[in-house]
């Protein structure tokens, strides 16, 4: 029963504009004074480097307020400062405390993390190893000039601090991902994730990223709320048994089995792959190289792996998982054509509802989009809170319409940015419209033809293979 196991998605997430009390952050220096450090890193991410995480890992917008997808935060004894992208500067302005400044990053004026470190800090930096990727610890070595004030603690210091309120890791069942909607079998892949590994000389591959996971063992999960991910690790050997490590209690007899035809039949503690790691590497005979993502593998796994045998490269999983079989595109289209069915649906009702005169607002009118959407056939949940804008709202970046300050609907523009997760497919679709019996003005009918014109452009640009997304960004804006 997918509605069943995925049920727990349907707990809505609404963005407080209350400052969280002081005395959180009042903790977490206890744990700095306990530790001897003189600063802490708080990133977003989990131990996976997640973009979203799960409650349990919500630890910068417990101390911060601000619980934006994007910041950082860095508490020293007498300052705490949160650094986020232009996306968030409004959101941010009014989640943040007295307690707290924001740095708004891009901008001129803004110090870089690093920068700001070097100027601010002269004692010793701590950071959880499991929530530093290798990459960042990397840059800031290199731009702190060596890691001898740079500390990974044992513990996490915001867990301490939360201590007994703070969630429990989710540890929700699994399900299979079939092969109609996979096109591809879990056994089909790992021979190809081996050649790459041969091809790169490599004995040992951990998969750490939660989507690689689910891709490459044709599994999904619900961890993270409006996404259908899992919280596990895999190592993959060159030759010899794949072992996944992950909370037992996740594998239903129907996963079980189905990792058991692709010959996976060995499970571990979710913990256990550090120290795993580290005997593999110590005692293996030859030494293992190992394959590690510098973007996705935490620091502890990083340590667990002397230098001289770690191969730092992207992992193999992300470019396969990025190239789309024929399955996999059939049903992107497939749950596109139905959710485009409902949201059609949604818009003929809103158009009507409003020259009726009904009384709706932007958390009413959202609520009924994803009725719309629970009509249609494999759906799951939504893929992320609808942004559902009001006249100037519908400006404001990842807006979040709350029950108690959304603004009602009326003439102007709307705005809603919304998407789903089904079964085969998911979908991210905005949509401005204009209600009402008015008529829009000479302004508003230039902004909008101008944004049409730019996704036109871009839509119809030609490049050559390796051109980025800011470097086209352009188009869309010219």
């Known amino acids: 029963d997918i509605r069943r196991i995925y049920s727990h998605f349907t707990?809505?997430?609404?963005?407080?504009?209350m400052p969280v009390p002081s005395s959180r952050l009042a903790a977490v220096r206890q744990q700095l004074a306990s530790h001897k450090l003189a600063a802490y890193i708080i990133p977003t991410q989990d131990a996976h480097n997640s973009e979203y995480t799960c409650p349990h890992d919500d630890r910068r917008a417990w101390v911060s307020g601000f619980d934006g997808s994007a910041g950082t935060a860095i508490v020293t004894e007498k300052e705490a400062v949160l650094w986020t992208d232009g996306r968030y500067f409004i959101q941010a302005e009014k989640q943040l405390g007295a307690d707290w400044t924001l740095m708004k990053q891009g901008l001129p004026e803004t110090p870089s993390i690093h920068m700001w470190l070097r100027e601010n800090v002269t004692g010793k930096?701590?950071?959880?190893?499991?929530?530093t990727s290798n990459s960042f610890y990397k840059d800031l070595k290199e731009k702190l000039g060596g890691d001898e004030r740079m500390v990974m603690t044992e513990e996490n210091l915001v867990d301490k601090a939360w201590g007994a309120e703070q969630p429990s890791r989710p540890k929700n069942a699994l399900i299979v991902h079939p092969i109609e909607y996979a096109g591809q079998s879990v056994e089909d892949k790992l021979v190809v994730v081996r050649k790459k590994m041969k091809a790169d000389g490599c004995d040992l591959l951990p998969v750490c990223a939660c989507d690689e996971v689910a891709w490459l063992l044709n599994c999904r999960g619900s961890d993270i709320p409006y996404n259908p991910v899992f919280f596990a690790y895999v190592l993959v050997p060159l030759e010899g048994d794949v072992c996944v490590y992950i909370d037992e209690c996740k594998i239903t007899p129907e996963v079980r089995q189905h990792l058991a035809d692709a010959g996976i039949?060995?499970?571990k503690p979710y913990d256990a792959i550090a120290i795993d790691l580290l005997g593999l590497c110590a005692y293996g005979k030859p030494s293992p190289k190992v394959w590690l993502d510098p973007n996705n593998t935490n620091m502890a796994l990083y340590k667990a792996v002397p230098e001289a045998q770690q191969s730092s490269k992207q992992s193999p999983i992300q470019?396969?998982?990025?190239?789309?079989?024929?399955?996999?595109?059939?049903g992107?289209?497939?749950a596109h054509i139905r959710d485009g069915a409902a949201k059609s649906k949604y818009l003929c009702w809103l158009e009507n509802a409003i020259l009726k005169g009904e009384k709706l607002n932007e958390c009413t009118a959202a609520d009924k989009l994803e009725a719309f959407r629970r009509e249609q056939p494999g759906f799951v949940d939504l893929s992320f809170p609808s942004i559902s804008g009001?006249?100037?709202?519908?400006?404001?970046?990842?807006?979040h319409a709350l029950p108690e300050t959304c603004r009602d609907l009326s003439t102007g523009m709307?705005?809603?940015d919304s998407g789903a997760q089904f079964r085969d497919g998911t979908?991210?679709?905005?949509?401005?419209v204009y209600l009402g019996k008015g008529e829009p003005s000479i302004q508003e009918r230039e902004c909008f033809t101008r944004v049409l014109k730019g996704h036109i452009a871009l839509a119809r640009a030609v490049f050559p293979p390796g051109t980025t997304g800011p470097q086209i960004d352009v188009l869309a804006r010219a």
Request: hydrophobic share 40%.
């Open 265 to 267: 039949k060995t499970f």
């Open 332 to 334: 992107l289209r497939d």
């Open 414 to 416: 709307y705005l809603i």
């Open 390 to 399: 009001m006249g100037p709202n519908g400006a404001i970046i990842h807006y």
């Open 11 to 17: 707990a809505r997430f609404f963005s407080s504009t």
């Open 319 to 330: 470019m396969m998982k990025a190239v789309k079989n024929a399955q996999e595109i059939k």
């Open 427 to 432: 979908t991210d679709v905005t949509r401005t």
């Open 125 to 131: 930096i701590g950071m959880d190893p499991y929530l």
